[in-house]
T-cell receptor, first 114, second 115 residues
Framework: EPEVTQTPSHQVTQMGQEVILRCVPI?????FYWYRQILGQKVEFLVS????????KSEIFDDQFSVERPDGSNFTLKIRSTKLEDSAMYFC????????????FGPGTRLTVL | AQKVTQAQTEISVVEKEDVTLDCVYE???????LFWYKQPPSGELVFLIR??????QNEISGRYSWNFQKSTSSFNFTITASQVVDSAVYFC????????????FGRGTQLTVWP
């Protein structure tokens, strides 16, 4: 069964460093998303991406965040200058259609900022 | 504004007991979608069910069943004859019908099933 994959599973970085989290969505999906979950809290939407541009972003997704689909398979989230409060589990998701379809999530990347 | 409330933070049951997880949502949209996801201790988010606002028919899938009631804005999830493997955090989520897909999650309910 097709699945969303994410790498790395765990990333440790120093405050102020740049990190890139990678995702490979399900191959025929067209809509891509990033969410984050601070430990013990609810899952929060960051950004949605369709047709090579951002469709929607939340108030969390400020100028230090960016997303890119550099090729036909990868979808990345970059955090330019990490802060302690960026420590969280980051989930990538994809769906076949936007408003009428189910989002399937990857296993997540746990980001730890020291 | 969209809001999902899962009032039960933690529930503990003994194996074979039935358990119901509550979900109450708020939206002014007439078209919307409701979801349940399971997050086992390994951390991934596993899709369980999607329901659209026009389909109030309850659904049963094995030991799982869902009760959608628009009149009370609730979408409750029942596990029958619970098993230890059901131990997980369960999230209810809402998506508006008019956007490309942002999910609004509740805070989740930690279910622990004891042998």
């Amino acid at each position: 069964e097709p699945e969303v994959t994410q790498t790395p599973s765990h990333q440790v970085t120093q405050m102020g460093q740049e990190v890139i989290l990678r995702c490979v969505p399900i191959s025929n999906h067209l809509y891509f998303y990033w969410y984050r979950q601070i430990l013990g809290q609810k899952v929060e939407f960051l950004v949605s991406f369709y047709n090579n541009e951002i469709s929607e972003k939340s108030e969390i997704f400020d100028d230090q965040f960016s997303v890119e689909r550099p090729d036909g398979s990868n979808f990345t989230l970059k955090i330019r200058s990490t802060k302690l409060e960026d420590s969280a589990m980051y989930f990538c998701a994809s769906s076949d259609r936007g408003s009428t379809d189910t989002q399937y999530f990857g296993p997540g990347t746990r980001l730890t900022v020291l | 504004a969209q809001k999902v409330t899962q009032a039960q933070t933690e529930i503990s049951v003994v194996e074979k007991e039935d358990v119901t997880l509550d979900c109450v949502y708020e939206t002014r949209d007439t078209t919307y979608y409701l979801f349940w996801y399971k997050q086992p201790p390994s951390g991934e988010l596993v899709f369980l069910i999607r329901r659209n606002s026009f389909d109030e028919q309850n659904e049963i899938s094995g030991r799982y069943s869902w009760n959608f009631q628009k009149s009370t804005s609730s979408f409750n999830f029942t596990i029958t004859a619970s098993q230890v493997v059901d131990s997980a955090v369960y999230f209810c989520a809402l998506r508006r019908g008019s956007t490309l897909g942002r999910l609004y999650f509740g805070r989740g309910t930690q279910l622990t099933v004891w042998p």
